[in-house]
């Protein structure tokens, strides 16, 4: 039992909407996102795959309407990976769009390998990571590894995926390894998050995290589970919105298309049924 849990009152920020609101898997986190700023106030922030932006607006929100004076950087080539696909030609430009007005004064977009990007960034200076790129074994290892020596002593490593088992994805497996090295928590919801003390120096507010047993670590699950599930029903409501959208301008182009126009004509004209039987003889011989 954990000696101070954890109290939401003291901690509203939960309750903030996200400004930014794409397609994602990482919906169902924000509130988690935005209490670890509040509890941990991180001088650094650095997220290592950023793509439409939604969890990395949701850190710089926090930042911002909680005045923590942290510096972000998001981290991302902008090109996808084989799990997240080849990215959307605008989705930078879509990014920046939203992103600087509000947050260029202490957040950076870095378009890099997050390789090429460590040289950046300075030994022990990073408080929380948020490790969200290519998700098989060997590219998670090879992430927490190259990053760990910027990590500060107060150093939380954020990584996403740990609940996904399929295809190649290996967060989990290596999520098992890290478990028995540092104090953690996970999360089950929205494909698993996996919470890692790296520094040695957790402030108090955040201790609570490490110390809980079964009964509090199934509270706070469903707690985070609760705040978020609202944050991403209505993140599937705009998607299937935008799908919807999508289908109306596809049968916009199927009626528009010079095919259907000539057919129309042949209709009015007195050739509907004689078209008919063409397309049906057409298909069948296909
Ligand atoms: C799962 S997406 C990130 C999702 C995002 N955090 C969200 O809120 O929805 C993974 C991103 O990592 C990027 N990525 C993967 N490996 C990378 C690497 N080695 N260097 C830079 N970017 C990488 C991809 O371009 C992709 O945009």
Redesign the pocket.
Same mark, same amino acid.
Do not use: P
């Given at each position: 039992m954990s000696e101070k849990l954890f109290n939401p009152l003291e901690y509203p920020i939960c309750l903030e909407f996200p400004l930014w609101l794409e397609e @994602?898997?990482?919906a169902e986190h924000i509130p988690f996102a935005m209490f670890l700023v509040a509890a941990l106030r991180p001088r650094v922030l650095v997220?290592l795959?950023? /793509?439409?932006?939604?969890? /990395?607006c949701a850190f710089c929100q926090a930042v911002k309407s909680l005045k923590t004076e942290t510096k972000c950087y998001a981290? =991302? @080539?902008?090109?996808?990976?084989a799990?997240?696909g080849l990215?959307e030609e605008n989705v930078l430009t879509k990014l920046q769009a939203h992103h600087n007005p509000l947050y260029a004064d202490f957040s950076r977009l870095v378009q890099s @390998?997050? =390789?090429e990007a460590l040289k950046h960034f300075a030994e022990n200076s990073i408080d929380l990571l948020h490790i =969200?790129?290519?998700h098989t074994y060997e590219a998670v290892k090879h992430d927490f590894q190259t990053w760990l020596p910027k990590m500060s002593e107060r150093g939380i490593v954020l990584f996403?995926d740990t609940n996904v088992r399929e295809r190649d994805f290996g967060v989990w497996r290596f999520w098992a390894e890290l478990k028995e090295k540092y104090p953690h928590f996970e999360f089950l919801h929205g494909h698993g998050l996996g919470v890692l003390a790296v520094g040695t120096k957790i402030p108090n507010e955040l201790r609570f995290l490490f110390e809980t047993d079964e009964t509090e670590t199934k509270l706070l699950r469903a707690f985070f589970y609760q705040f978020g599930s609202r944050i991403d029903a209505v993140q599937t409501f705009h998607a299937q919105q935008n799908y919807i959208k999508s289908l109306q301008t596809y049968e916009q182009i199927v009626q528009n298309s010079r095919t259907m126009r000539i057919y129309r004509i042949l209709k009015d004209e007195g050739f509907g049924s004689w078209v008919k039987k063409g397309t049906n003889e057409f298909s069948r011989n296909k």
């Open positions: @994602t898997a990482w997220e795959g950023a /793509y439409r932006g939604v969890s /990395y981290v =991302d @080539t902008w090109q996808g990976d799990h997240a990215l @390998t997050f =390789d =969200d790129g290519f996403h």
